[in-house]
Every structure is written in structure tokens, then in C-alpha cells.
């Protein structure tokens, strides 16, 4: 979805070294949720953000930090990288006017490869 | 907690014949349930929802879902699959009450590969 970008688009590091991850949106919405796919295990909860004061721990955000910089902007960093991180990064957003029922828009994904 | 379970990791159909694509669920309260389509190198991409009412929903792509909350099931289904209908999809719940996946996001399934043959 073009509403939602995300760069890189591919990044390869090494073990040890910070990386951030970016996710823009022109959406307008207040949600926002990083997510990493991991083949034949789908997708799982890393972090989540109600407005730019509100963030929240997902399933597995070890080793994870955000930040909301913005309304329009969700970063994922990862302090230390290790190569079990190494997965493709999903960005989304979602429109709380719709309670628990709105669904989620997705950027293109990150491929992230730690060595 | 939330969970989603996609039987099978992979679906063959013939082009022109009927699909189905399964999910089962196991949630606190009323589910809220959705179906994603992921195309290589792409973001997934929303099918449809179920939030309440007609047991049976229509969504985008000639895709439509049946709830069955007895069988705590929302297969999707289409009547006539296209080639262009190959991809992998995830089915999707949250709690009505906000319960599991991370309190507030989507816990998904592992995703069925679907593959239509010409």
C-alpha cells in the first residue's frame, strides 16, 4: 500500500550493529504496529502505538525499542542485532474509529539479514 | 489468550473450481476476525472482516468468509478460483475485549499457500 512506506527495503548488517527501521504513513491514522514474518510461523506483534504518548509491548519485543516520532512515523530499532532477528519487518496502520474491528494497512516490508 | 490455527500449509485447486481456504480460532468474548492476502515481495493486503451479523461476509476479489462460532471456524471461500488468486493468506483475530496478541494487535495464523493451476 503506497499510504504506508517503509525504508529500507532491504538491509543486510552484522551482528552487534544498531539498525533502525522506518515506517511513514500518509494515512492519518493514530494506530500504528510493527510486525516481523517469519517463514511458516506468520506474523507476530513486536510493538504497537495508540497516538505519539502511547506505546505499547507486542508479543516478542525483546531485543526491540520504538519510537513515535510523529503521528505520520513508527521506528523500529534493533540495539544489538543478532541473527535470529534476521525476518521481514511489517509496518501497519489502522484507524481506531472502528474500535476493535478496523483493519490493518501494511507497508511493503523490510527484509532485514543479520550475519 | 488468542490463537489461530491454518490446517494446511498449502491448498491446490484447479482454475474455475471452488476454493476454500480453512481457520479455526480460540478467543476470550466476541472474535473479530479478518483474512489477508500477501503477494510475493508485497504487504499483506485485507480480504474482508467479521465483526457481527450475517454469518457470512462478502469481501474484495470475489472472496466471501463464513462464521461459525459452534465450530469456532471462518473458512474463506470463493466459487471460481483464478490463477491470479495464488498467494499466501493469513487469517486474523483479535478479542473482543482486547484479549491476547499482544493486548491490542492482531494475532494471525501461519498462513496457507494457495495455488491455483491452470
Known amino acids: 500500500d503506497a499510504d504506508v512506506t517503509q525504508t529500507p527495503r532491504n538491509r543486510i548488517t552484522k551482528t552487534g550493529k544498531r539498525i533502525m527501521l522506518e515506517c511513514s504513513q500518509t494515512?492519518?491514522?493514530?494506530?500504528m504496529y510493527w510486525y516481523r514474518q517469519d517463514p511458516g510461523l506468520g506474523l507476530q506483534l513486536i510493538y504497537y502505538s495508540f497516538d505519539v504518548k502511547d506505546i505499547n509491548k507486542g508479543e516478542i519485543s525483546d531485543g526491540y525499542s520504538v519510537s513515535r516520532q510523529a503521528q505520520a512515523k513508527f521506528s523500529l530499532s534493533l540495539e544489538s542485532a543478532i541473527p535470529n532477528q534476521t525476518a521481514l519487518y511489517f509496518c501497519?496502520?489502522?484507524?481506531?474509529?472502528?474500535?476493535?474491528?478496523?483493519?490493518?494497512?501494511f507497508g511493503p516490508g523490510t527484509r532485514l539479514t543479520v550475519l | 489468550a488468542q490463537s489461530v490455527a491454518q490446517p494446511e500449509d498449502q491448498v491446490n485447486v484447479a482454475e474455475g473450481n471452488p476454493l476454500t481456504v480453512k481457520c479455526t480460532y480460540s478467543?476470550?468474548?466476541?472474535?473479530?476476525l479478518f483474512w489477508y492476502v500477501q503477494y510475493p515481495n508485497r504487504g499483506l493486503q485485507f480480504l474482508l472482516k467479521?465483526?457481527?451479523?450475517?454469518?457470512l461476509v462478502k469481501g474484495s476479489y470475489g472472496f466471501e468468509a463464513e462464521f461459525n462460532k459452534s465450530q469456532t471456524s471462518f473458512h474463506l471461500k470463493k466459487p471460481s478460483a483464478l490463477v491470479s488468486d495464488s498467494a499466501l493468506y493469513f487469517c486474523a483475530v483479535r478479542g473482543g475485549m482486547y484479549s491476547g496478541g499482544g493486548a491490542d494487535g492482531l494475532t494471525f495464523g501461519k498462513g496457507t499457500h494457495l495455488i491455483i493451476q491452470p
Open positions: 478467543v476470550s468474548g466476541n472474535p473479530y
Open positions: 494515512k492519518g491514522h493514530d494506530r
Open positions: 501497519a496502520t489502522s484507524d481506531p474509529g472502528q474500535g476493535a474491528g478496523d483493519e490493518q494497512f
Open positions: 467479521y465483526i457481527t451479523g450475517d454469518n
